[in-house]
């Protein structure tokens, strides 16, 4: 049978789009539609892949396997990245081979990536343990920069201030 003639798929889309069009609405812009969009085009896109995968003839045959394969690929370059965040967040360590080493980085060296490097991207810093800090341009690791430091970036300007809150004065 066709899956893509099964009402659970069909409702499926339709409330991806559904949803897109009321975040798109709320949000008064196409991007916040556009994510919705984009996931439903993924479901359609491996629905058709498994059909077509299961067709007589051989070009429509790979045509298939290759679309059902790329979402594959997708779907798992999308969890990897979604460990990446997590691990950076959350982790007491982040892995070198994955930023560039800045050395010691001070303040000034977080302004010139801020108009160098993040060209009006967000700029993220989390604290790791051994005095490692890992500086993020962007959201993720594909599309933003990733830095490393082996020293807090804003040291000097906390400097003199008590940071440790069960320190007796």
């Given amino acids: 049978m066709n899956e893509m003639k099964r009402p659970w798929f069909q409702l499926s889309i339709a409330a991806w789009l559904g949803l897109g069009a009321i975040a798109g609405i709320e949000g008064r812009s196409w991007g916040s539609f556009g994510a919705f969009a984009l996931i439903a085009a993924y479901f ?33 370059g999308l969890v990897l990245m979604t460990i990446e965040r997590v691990y950076l967040v959350n982790g007491s360590v982040y892995p070198r081979f994955l930023a560039h080493d800045l050395g010691a980085a001070n303040y000034s060296t977080l302004e010139n990536l801020r108009l ?15 005095g490692q800090w890992v500086i993020r341009c962007g959201f993720s690791w594909v599309e933003g920069h990733t830095y490393i430091s082996s020293t807090n970036p804003y040291g000097h300007l906390l400097d003199g201030l008590n940071t440790d809150k069960g320190a007796k004065q």
């Fill in 44 to 76: 359609f896109a491996i629905g058709a892949g498994r059909q077509a995968g299961r067709s007589t003839r051989p070009p429509v045959r790979i045509a298939g396997t290759v679309v059902w394969s790329a979402c594959a690929l997708l779907f798992v």
């Fill in 116 to 130: 160098n490097e993040c060209k009006g991207q967000g700029m993220e810093i989390y604290g790791k343990r051994d």
